[in-house]
């Protein structure tokens, strides 16, 4: 649906440098998949959602959608639509002008125009408050007037530029799921952006990870987090201990990636062999969880986090072992 | 002095008489000339009782309607000229693809609200004698649209800048063209911002003495000129009539354009 050849992005400023926002990043999203581009703040994740939707043009590269290059297509000339982070409804209309508006540019038939405001709003259940004005809403149902505006013209592509990081966390989680059923019901591509890992995790077919407008790594939720190819991806989704190889007698050159919830500790006493030794540095209660903090003695720290676990105390002696498997070789 | 309470400007003693006195300057003077515009006495220093008599000899004085009519009409000319170019100048200035010079530019146009209007006033002078144009009202027209386009333009830029790009993004975002994008949705957003922006060029352009004083001719003589005119003839109580006319009409905008700003801040 969207192939991104190779496209680099600077930014021209007045004092420095140029800024490179991306660098020769090359992606293919496919049809009818929820992608998110994933990310800490500033690593090119909105930039390159800027230069699919169009408000930006790429230093260089290309971007083809459905096949064909959108270089020269205006953002009102691309089958893309956005959602925006502050939402941007325009508040002089009420919410079903808000929704009609992209059907109203593109000329379509008053009857038409009706249906799809009515069916757009039924599917983010908002059915009621068509003759209302933004303001009169509550932020959650401003987002879903968002979506509800951005789907009505059926586009090829969805942006969704942080849709979610202005709700509190309640209303996140349910917008999460509905946006997960909206993309299914529609078939229509979903491109996310989010520096929220849990989130990506939750909704994503597929995800990049990006860093200084780089894309680190791109693959599903699962494989990204059980086969981080990085040591930042490793450190940025989900919980990691990166063991410097020479803590463990192993290549100085590798880290070693290990999740909490892999790691076994038991009392030194039971003469238990494993990766190293060390002892509980402390030991936080999770509730289902519990989460012990371990110095080993060649001075690195790490964290295992086990369901019940065993009677340890703060000083105790320990021995850490995981299963092979478990663990991730990456170079520093 | 463990118990002295550390200075506050908020409890400053006589700050409140201070600020009585300062409203007493500012408005006694005009509220005595209001007050005499309603004695019935020739002097302006005695009153005489109350009457209505000066506004009816200001109603029933041809030059001075004369003077009115050439006021509004340039004030209207003036306001709708410096509002359109003000607000192509204003979106220019912040949507346009200008890159560098845009904060020298704004401060080219807000200039003439800081150089001395005397200065103004005769370079404009010497500029319509060496063009060789003597026409009058349109003279007039001229010069007071282009020294209200700063007054109408500083609105309208600001709203522009609060609102951000991002309506308009989401607009082409919609498949909005440019011109519908305008019309759909720039346009009604700014709306309150060049009411605001018109409503302040009209009451500069009603007030202004020094720029009319100099440019306007026998038979496009202004209001404020007008009243000069007679002042110089010795102070009369149609003076404190008209003067009260002109004071009226002026708070009755500036407090129009207020209203308009405030009541159209949405969200």
Same mark, same amino acid.
């Given at each position: 649906?969207?192939?991104?050849?190779?496209?680099?992005?600077?930014f021209?400023?007045?004092?420095?440098?140029?800024?490179?926002?991306?660098?020769?990043?090359?992606?293919?999203?496919?049809d009818?998949?929820?992608?998110?581009?994933?990310?800490?703040?500033?690593?090119?994740?909105?930039?390159?959602l800027?230069?699919?939707?169009?408000?930006?043009?790429?230093?260089?590269?290309?971007?083809?959608?459905?096949?064909?290059?959108?270089?020269?297509?205006?953002?009102?000339?691309?089958?893309?639509?956005?959602?925006?982070?502050?939402?941007?409804?325009?508040?002089?209309?009420?919410?079903?002008?808000?929704?009609?508006?992209?059907?109203e540019?593109?000329?379509?038939?008053?009857?038409?125009?009706?249906?799809?405001?009515?069916?757009?709003?039924?599917?983010?259940?908002?059915?009621?408050?068509?003759?209302?004005?933004?303001?009169?809403?509550?932020?959650?149902?401003?987002?879903?007037?968002?979506?509800?505006?951005?789907?009505?013209?059926?586009?090829?592509?969805?942006?969704?530029?942080?849709?979610?990081?202005?709700?509190?966390?309640?209303?996140?989680?349910?917008?999460?799921?509905?946006?997960?059923?909206?993309?299914?019901?529609?078939?229509?591509?979903?491109?996310?952006?989010?520096?929220?890992?849990?989130?990506?995790?939750?909704?994503?077919d597929?995800?990049?990870?990006?860093?200084?407008?780089?894309?680190?790594?791109?693959?599903?939720?699962?494989?990204?987090?059980?086969?981080?190819?990085?040591?930042?991806?490793?450190?940025?989704?989900?919980?990691?201990?990166?063991?410097?190889?020479?803590?463990?007698?192993?290549?100085?050159? #590798?880290?070693?990636?290990?999740?909490?919830?892999?790691?076994?500790?038991?009392?030194?006493?039971?003469?238990?062999?494993?990766?190293?030794?060390?002892a509980?540095?402390?030991?936080?209660?999770?509730?289902?969880?519990?989460?012990?903090?371990i110095?080993?003695?060649?001075?690195?720290?790490l964290?295992?986090?086990?369901?019940?676990?065993?009677?340890?105390?703060?000083?105790?002696?320990?021995?850490?072992?995981?299963?092979?498997?478990?663990?991730?070789?990456?170079?520093? | 002095?463990?118990?002295?309470?550390?200075?506050?400007?908020?409890?400053?003693?006589?700050?409140s008489?201070?600020?009585?006195?300062i409203?007493?300057?500012?408005?006694a003077?005009?509220?005595?000339?209001?007050i005499?515009?309603?004695?019935?006495?020739?002097?302006?220093?005695?009153?005489?009782?109350?009457?209505? #008599?000066?506004?009816?000899?200001?109603?029933?004085?041809?030059?001075?309607?004369?003077?009115?009519?050439?006021?509004?009409?340039?004030a209207?000319?003036a306001?709708?000229?410096?509002?359109?170019?003000?607000?192509?100048?204003?979106?220019?200035?912040?949507?346009?693809?200008?890159?560098?010079?845009?904060?020298?530019?704004?401060?080219?146009?807000?200039?003439?609200?800081?150089?001395?209007?005397?200065?103004?006033?005769?370079?404009?002078?010497?500029f319509?004698?060496?063009?060789?144009m003597?026409?009058?009202?349109?003279?007039?027209?001229?010069?007071?649209?282009?020294?209200?386009?700063?007054?109408?333009?500083?609105?309208?830029?600001?709203?522009?800048?609060?609102?951000?790009?991002?309506?308009?993004?989401?607009?082409?975002?919609?498949?909005?063209d440019?011109?519908?994008?305008?019309?759909?949705?720039?346009?009604?957003?700014?709306?309150?911002?060049?009411?605001?922006?018109?409503?302040?060029?009209?009451?500069?352009?009603?007030?202004?003495?020094?720029?009319?004083?100099?440019?306007?001719?026998?038979?496009s003589?202004?209001?404020?000129?007008?009243?000069?005119?007679?002042?110089?003839?010795?102070?009369?109580?149609?003076?404190?009539?008209?003067?009260?006319?002109?004071?009226?009409?002026?708070?009755?905008?500036?407090?129009a354009?207020?209203?308009?700003?405030?009541?159209?801040?949405?969200?």
């Amino acid at each position: 649906m969207i192939d991104i050849q190779s496209v680099s992005k600077s930014f021209v400023t007045r004092d420095a440098d140029p800024v490179h926002a991306l660098n020769d990043v090359s992606l293919e999203i496919y049809d009818n998949e929820f992608f998110t581009l994933l990310g800490p703040s500033g690593c090119g994740k909105t930039t390159l959602l800027r230069l699919i939707a169009g408000f930006e043009a790429p230093s260089s590269g290309t971007i083809r959608i459905a096949g064909s290059d959108v270089a020269a297509l205006p953002p009102q000339k691309r089958p893309v639509n956005t959602v925006f982070q502050s939402y941007a409804l325009f508040p002089h209309m009420s919410v079903a002008e808000n929704v009609a508006f992209g059907l109203e540019m593109q000329n379509a038939p008053k009857s038409l125009i009706d249906e799809r405001v009515r069916e757009a709003l039924e599917m983010v259940r908002l059915e009621g408050f068509a003759t209302r004005r933004p303001a009169q809403l509550s932020g959650g149902q401003q987002q879903r007037v968002a979506v509800a505006r951005a789907l009505a013209p059926k586009p090829s592509v969805l942006l969704l530029d942080e849709p979610l990081s202005a709700l509190d966390l309640k209303l996140r989680k349910g917008m999460q799921s509905e946006l997960k059923r909206l993309q299914r019901e529609t078939g229509i591509t979903f491109v996310l952006v989010t520096h929220d890992q849990e989130e990506a995790l939750a909704m994503s077919d597929r995800i990049a990870v990006m860093r200084s407008g780089d894309v680190l790594q791109v693959g599903t939720p699962r494989d990204i987090y059980d086969n981080p190819q990085d040591r930042f991806v490793a450190d940025f989704i989900g919980e990691s201990n990166l063991l410097p190889g020479a803590a463990l007698g192993r290549d100085p050159a #590798k880290t070693i990636v290990v999740r909490p919830e892999h790691i076994v500790v038991s009392p030194a006493s039971d003469g238990a062999r494993g990766h190293a030794r060390g002892a509980v540095s402390a030991i936080t209660f999770l509730g289902s969880d519990t989460l012990y903090e371990i110095v080993l003695e060649e001075g690195a720290r790490l964290q295992s986090r086990s369901r019940g676990g065993a009677a340890l105390a703060t000083g105790d002696r320990v021995v850490v072992d995981w299963a092979r498997d478990a663990e991730r070789e990456l170079a520093n | 002095m463990s118990g002295a309470k550390p200075f506050d400007w908020r409890h400053t003693p006589g700050l409140s008489a201070y600020t009585a006195l300062i409203f007493l300057f500012f408005y006694a003077p005009l509220l005595i000339l209001v007050i005499y515009a309603f004695n019935s006495s020739r002097l302006v220093t005695v009153w005489a009782g109350f009457s209505f #008599k000066w506004f009816v000899a200001v109603a029933n004085n041809g030059s001075i309607r004369d003077a009115a009519f050439n006021s509004v009409i340039v004030a209207i000319v003036a306001t709708i000229a410096s509002t359109a170019i003000a607000t192509a100048g204003a979106l220019a200035l912040e949507r346009g693809r200008l890159r560098f010079g845009r904060s020298a530019a704004t401060a080219l146009i807000a200039m003439p609200l800081v150089v001395p209007e005397i200065v103004v006033a005769i370079t404009t002078l010497i500029f319509f004698s060496g063009l060789g144009m003597h026409h009058g009202l349109v003279n007039l027209m001229i010069a007071h649209t282009v020294f209200c386009i700063p007054f109408a333009l500083l609105p309208i830029q600001a709203r522009l800048r609060d609102m951000g790009g991002t309506l308009e993004e989401a607009g082409r975002d919609l498949y909005a063209d440019e011109w519908r994008l305008f019309r759909r949705v720039t346009l009604p957003l700014l709306i309150p911002a060049i009411s605001a922006g018109a409503i302040m060029a009209f009451v500069v352009s009603l007030d202004d003495f020094l720029i009319s004083m100099m440019v306007s001719s026998a038979g496009s003589t202004t209001l404020p000129v007008y009243i000069y005119g007679m002042m110089r003839l010795g102070v009369t109580p149609e003076v404190n009539a008209i003067s009260t006319i002109l004071l009226a009409v002026s708070i009755v905008f500036v407090a129009a354009a207020l209203l308009v700003g405030r009541r159209n801040r949405f969200a």
